[in-house]
């Protein structure tokens, strides 16, 4: 679910964090940077891991603040390919099913052609159902799925989206399995 | 800003609760504040691991290490997937395990079980509603 991505990047440190340690300063900088933000063509960032490496600080004339160059990680946040996630349903039309991980993440889809064998849509109960012997397994809005995930897009943008598929044994609501 | 290198390794949900918890208790001290999103994320993980707060780097590498010894086959991306999943059923075990019939045997599979269990399980129940 999570990944490392390194990164470097020249900052300025404005006089009001001058009290701080380097260290502190430069934490502080990155985390209000880059947490909860996108990375395009990477992920979605959750926080800083670590701040591997400064340059010494520079005073530039007529600026009042200081340049350095630093090099760091973030824990971005970015399925892998078949790993395998849990997720809720937050909305369900004919087109498929689009699911939140953990209220954090809402780009994740379950298209038709991935659910299980024999789902059908019920346009009067507006719901997808599993229709499977003799019982009808209904995937209701806001109840939790576990998914496989299918594929890892990117928009024009460089937004993260997911497609997931729960088309196999152990996939599908989570209710149904326990 | 550059990318230096954008996947420069993986993580598994314990290191990212380890990391996040650190974060959250050192913020009264510093500064530093833990984002709500940063703290979303925590409590996503507690509630699909309730293992997670009891788990520890010693019992993870005594698992990864027994799990390696035993079945040396496995993959680094397997072995995530029980570290982050926690499986305590063999439905769970075939979504981790490709190929399973053919590459393990159901003595295989128990035993994969109780080292999960031994190692990594705790009592807690999941909290659905922080999901």
Redesign the interface.
């Known amino acids: ?9 020249r900052m300025s440190i404005a006089p009001e964090h001058f009290n ?1 340690s380097l260290q ?1 300063a430069i ?2 900088h990155v ?1 209000g940077q880059y ?2 933000k996108f ?1 395009p ?2 992920g979605q960032c ?2 800083v ?1 670590d701040i591997i490496s400064s340059t010494a600080p520079k005073i530039l004339p007529d600026k009042c603040e200081y340049h350095i160059e630093v ?1 760091f ?1 973030l ?1 971005v ?2 399925p ?1 390919f ?3 996630l ?3 349903i937050i909305a369900a039309d004919p087109r498929g099913l689009r699911l939140s ?4 993440f809402t780009k994740v889809k379950l298209l038709p052609h991935l659910l299980q064998e024999g789902t059908t849509w019920d346009a009067l109960e507006k719901i997808w159902v599993w229709n499977y012997e003799d019982h009808r397994l209904y995937m209701d809005v806001g109840d ?1 799925v576990r998914f ?1 995930v299918q594929a890892v897009h990117y928009d024009s943008v460089g937004r993260m989206k997911i497609h997931g598929r729960v088309n ?4 599908g609501m ?1 209710k149904w ?1 326990m | 800003m550059e990318i230096l290198v954008s996947k420069q390794g993986q993580l598994s949900n314990f290191e990212v609760y380890s990391l996040l918890s650190d974060v959250k208790l050192s913020s009264s001290s510093s500064s530093l504040t833990s984002s709500s999103f940063e703290s979303n994320v925590c409590s996503f993980l507690e509630s699909v691991s309730p293992s997670l707060p009891f788990l520890s780097s010693s019992s993870l590498k005594s698992f990864l290490n027994d799990m390696r010894t035993n079945f040396p086959s496995l993959s680094t991306f397997e072995l995530l997937q029980f570290v982050n999943l926690l499986p305590s059923s063999v439905v769970e075990l075939y979504l981790i395990l490709s190929d399973c019939d053919s590459r393990f045997s159901e003595d295989d599979l128990s035993h994969m079980l109780s080292l999960v269990h031994s190692h990594l399980s705790s009592s807690s129940s999941v909290d659905f509603s922080k999901v």
Do not use: C, P
Request: no cysteine; hydrophobic share 45%.
């Open positions: 679910m999570f990944i490392l991505t390194r990164i470097e990047e701080k502190d934490q502080e985390h947490s909860a990375l063509q990477v959750v926080s891991y090099v990680r824990v946040f970015r892998l078949n790993e395998i849990t997720a809720r991980i953990g209220g954090f939790l496989r196999e044994s152990g996939l989570l399995w």
